[in-house]
């Protein structure tokens, strides 16, 4: 799992450290991190927002397909799957923002467990040189074999400076000028289960979990609305995210929480500005319009069409009887003369008729 930490923190690691050049407060440098990060999701959230729009727009022929094989899960799986290919619909893309989240949020643990290596910069060996005066010197107990071990360091070289000489009094100031505070709150520290300030942290966590997906809801609520259990799953989700987040913030640095609240407050920024400019009701009704006018057009070039082939029908019925009549008239007018020759009198046929 350390690894897999470490793989996700360096890039991460570089951002953060950005952030803490240009704003040198570690708790300002967490949110100014939290808004880069969602700032960079934005195309992602209006590219899903265009697809909640999308399913908005064929979610009756969803609704439709699962009442008519609602004993049939295998067969209602196959026409839904049919169904989203025909519409150019990934239902699994939902998911992707979140888990960009949970792969920032994991990345960000192992830069906020090591200032060292991802913010002063340290090499690899200084680190190791220092973790070894540290434990000589008997300032704090297995110190290396410690997940948080950069951060005890960082408390060491800060409170003992003078043992560390042998690092460079360049190494001592970038580490002793490190401040993992904000607010009066240590974010390097891990908040307790109980009555503490730092507890606040892991709550603030919980209750912005909750609100977003209540900000969450309401925007999917046209869209999952007749569709069996889905409230049931989104009242499941409410709940159970928001109480899952308490425990892991509360189980890591209290930077992490930090982060999971600010971008929290984010999401809920960036969900009411896409609902302003992407409202997926008000997109889904004039896709639907649109839809309609085209169909309308459609209708009525195969009408006039239809005319057309009609009154050219016409015409050339038209043509043929006339060209026809010519021909009688020829051929009587010949009949006539020839009788005339003859000293015979000559009777138009359709004379007689009338």
């Not at 397909?65 to 619909?89: F, V």
Request: net charge neutral; aromatic share 10%; proline share 4%.
């Amino acid at each position: 799992m350390n690894l897999i930490y470490s793989i996700l923190g360096y890039p991460l690691g570089f951002v953060m450290w950005f952030c803490y050049k240009i704003i040198p407060n570690y708790g300002l440098a967490l949110i100014l991190f939290a808004f880069i990060a969602k700032a960079a999701m934005l195309p992602l959230g209006i590219k899903q927002q265009k697809s909640t729009v999308k399913m908005r727009i064929f979610q009756p022929k969803v609704a439709e397909i699962q009442k008519k094989y609602a004993n049939n899960r295998e067969k209602m799986a196959e026409e839904l799957n049919a169904l989203y290919a025909e519409e150019g619909y990934s239902p699994t893309a939902g998911c992707l923002p979140m888990i960009i989240q949970f792969i920032i949020l994991f990345g960000l643990i192992d830069v906020i467990y090591k200032p060292l290596t991802h913010i002063v910069r340290l090499s690899s060996e200084v680190i190791a040189q220092a973790t070894d005066i540290a434990t000589q010197a008997g300032f704090l107990a297995n110190l290396g074999n410690s997940f948080s071990s950069q951060i005890a360091l960082v408390g060491a070289v800060q409170q003992h400076p003078d043992a560390f000489g042998a690092l460079g009094s360049d190494v001592i100031t970038q580490i002793s000028s490190l401040d993992l505070n904000f607010l009066g709150l240590n974010l390097a520290e891990v908040p307790s289960f109980g009555f503490n300030i730092l507890f606040l942290i892991p709550i603030l966590s919980a209750v912005t979990s909750l609100l977003l997906s209540l900000v969450t809801m309401k925007t999917t609520a046209a869209i999952t609305k007749g569709t069996p259990g889905a409230g049931a799953t989104n009242v499941m989700m409410m709940v159970m995210m928001p109480l899952m987040m308490l425990w892991f913030t509360a189980s890591v640095p209290a930077g992490v929480g930090i982060y999971w609240t600010i971008s929290n407050v984010f999401s809920m920024v960036q969900s009411v500005f896409l609902n302003k400019f992407y409202n997926v009701n008000d997109l889904a009704e004039k896709e639907l319009a649109a839809q309609e006018e085209r169909k309308a057009k459609e209708r009525e070039a195969k009408l006039e069409a239809r005319r057309r082939a009609r009154e050219l029908e016409g015409t050339e019925a038209a043509k043929a009887l006339s060209q026809k009549e010519i021909d009688r008239q020829r051929l009587a007018e010949a009949r006539r003369r020839m009788a005339e020759k003859y000293g015979e009198t000559y009777e138009d046929e359709s004379d007689s008729k009338k």
